[in-house]
């Protein structure tokens, strides 16, 4: 891990870019001798680790005694992207636009993302454990359900997660959910116009977690209140330390 750059921004942040072989990442940690928890922070089927919500999100747990990481795997963010990738980004954008069903494209796009994503953030997991300063246990929170759930069920190193509920979940991923047993929270936005309501309650019923909240909230995709970080990080506080 090579880290390119640094700075302490204003909320006693540290910000750092690394690089991982072909990844690139971001490292937000607060200022403190003492060892603090990691949490590996996604968003929502390869949107960059620079999306602003990211970043606020990332910021905010940082401060809050976390160590807080973010890449762009493979097919995310600047990363190049294979030519099916490209061509179901354009079938999606095209059905979309015509009111067409999208399942089988999302199918297409977004399971193929996970599966090669995953090697991504467990290289970079173990390079992160390795850094002085950063200690188990490991969360992870994000939008990008369908990743956390690959990596709750394969990586033992992961004690306890926040799902938002926010992204097409592929049927290899719904199929898993029981297989998740670290302590859950998960959030749903009860208007979200791009994800059915009865497909992400059917999503959280399945999960085999004995400990998992459902937080529901009125309002359409972007509109998670500011207040579920603060519940966010108290579940963590609950789990990781």
């Known amino acids: 891990m090579r880290f390119t750059s640094e700075q302490r921004l204003d909320d006693g942040v540290v910000e750092r870019e690394f690089t991982l072989g072909e990844i690139p990442g971001t490292l937000w940690t607060p200022e403190s001798t003492a060892p603090v928890p990691l949490v590996l922070m996604a968003h929502n089927n390869g949107l960059p680790k620079a999306e602003p919500r990211l970043v606020a999100r990332a910021r905010y747990t940082a401060a809050r005694g976390y160590a807080v990481a973010s890449i762009d795997a493979a097919g995310c963010g600047d990363r190049p992207r294979s030519a099916a990738e490209e061509q ?12 067409e069903p999208v399942d089988e494209i999302f199918e297409s796009f977004i399971g193929p993302l996970v599966e090669k994503a995953v090697p991504d953030w467990r ?8 850094l002085p300063g950063i ?7 994000g939008g990008w359900a369908a990743l956390g759930i690959r990596l709750a069920v394969t ?3 992961i004690a306890a997660a926040g799902f938002f509920a926010g992204g ?9 959910a029981g297989r998740v047993t670290v ?4 959030l749903l936005q009860w208007d979200d116009e791009g994800n059915p309501r009865q497909r ?3 999503l959280f019923d399945a999960f085999g977690s004995k400990e998992k909240t459902l937080h529901a909230n009125p309002g359409g995709h972007i509109g998670t209140p500011w207040f579920e970080l603060e519940d966010g990080c108290r579940f963590l506080d609950r789990h990781l330390k």
């Not at 179901?88 to 009111?99: H, K, N, Q, S, T």
């Not at 200690?135 to 929170?141: A, F, Q, W």
Request: aromatic content about 6%.
């Open 200 to 202: 992400a309650l059917d």
């Open 183 to 186: 302590p859950l929270l998960f």
């Open 135 to 141: 200690d188990g246990p490991v969360g992870y929170s």
């Open 88 to 99: 179901a980004r354009a079938d999606l954008g095209r059905a979309m636009r015509a009111g």
């Open 155 to 157: 990586e033992p190193r």
């Open 168 to 176: 097409y979940v592929p049927r290899a991923q719904r199929e898993e």
């Open 123 to 130: 290289t970079t997991l173990d390079a992160l454990l390795e």
